[in-house]
């Protein structure tokens, strides 16, 4: 319909004007601007924002809006670590975008498809040996004889070829030169260090709600998995009694 040809107050929300007692939303269509108004009763909307009694909020328009967690008739942040994760995660506008997995992990798509390289044993070897030497040399970068296709589980590869198997290996790290080791100070960004914090301390509590908090770290100068992880118990038994004979018996 028409806008009315009434004074009217510019709404909380854009696209949204207060014609009282009207509410009235914006609605294009081509070059023609619509307004869509619906009764407005002002002691009605604060009954409706009012949250449940015993919610942790007050009023919904309070409680936090994220993707599949929030449940906004009960006044309810789901606070697992997915959900906690999101705000600053999928919901941040990341390039490439984010997207939380169930352990509270930021994920991002860096690098993907296919890539294709010629390894060769030597530095100054030629990458086209039939070039120079037909028989000695019958080779050429595109059609050697022995090819590998290698599939990343963690979103990392590294690959090197040597002449001699008894080589040490070398590492490159971000681009930079080849070298028996990586200098890099191990940290943890300000917002993997909130995360943890809210994580480690729901509700403010002094520790994890849980008797076991594995912490699964990536990158250079951190434990390799196959070795061990870095954790968090209650108490020492948990280290040394396995954890279905915590589940049945009582220790006090």
């Known amino acids: 319909r028409n806008r009315p040809a009434v004074p009217f107050v510019q709404g909380t929300q854009q696209g949204e004007i207060t014609v009282d007692p009207w509410l009235c939303r914006e609605a294009s269509l081509g ?46 942040l789901t606070e697992t670590p997915q959900c906690l994760c999101r705000p600053a995660c999928d919901m941040a506008g990341l390039t490439p975008p984010g997207t939380c997995n169930e352990l509270g992990e930021c994920c991002q798509t860096i690098c993907q498809g296919k890539s294709k390289a010629d390894l060769f044993p030597t530095a100054n070897q030629p990458r086209c040996g039939r070039l120079i030497d037909p028989i000695g040399q019958n080779w050429c970068n595109g059609d050697l004889d022995q090819k590998w296709t290698l599939t990343s589980v963690t979103g990392q590869l590294t ?3 040597f002449e001699n198997a008894k080589d040490k290996l070398v590492h490159s790290y ?13 940290a943890m960004s300000n917002a993997d260090r909130a995360l943890l914090d809210e994580v480690f301390h729901p509700g403010g509590e002094d520790s994890p709600g849980e008797d076991w908090f594995a912490l699964r770290l990536q990158g250079p100068g951190t434990t390799e998995r196959a070795e061990g992880q870095f954790v968090w118990t209650r108490s020492l038994r948990n280290l040394v009694v396995v954890p279905w004979v915590l589940s049945v018996a009582s220790f006090g």
Not at 174 to 186: C, F, I, M, N, R
């Open 174 to 186: 971000k681009g930079s030169a080849p070298s028996l080791t990586v200098d890099s100070t191990p």
């Open 31 to 76: 070059d023609k601007v619509l307004y869509n108004c619906t009764e407005y009763d002002p002691e009605y909307v604060v009954v409706e924002n009012r949250c449940p009694v015993g919610a942790k909020y007050t009023q919904k328009s309070d409680v936090p809006q994220v993707l599949g967690c929030t449940d906004l008739d009960n006044c309810v």
């Open 159 to 161: 690959v090197q070829v």
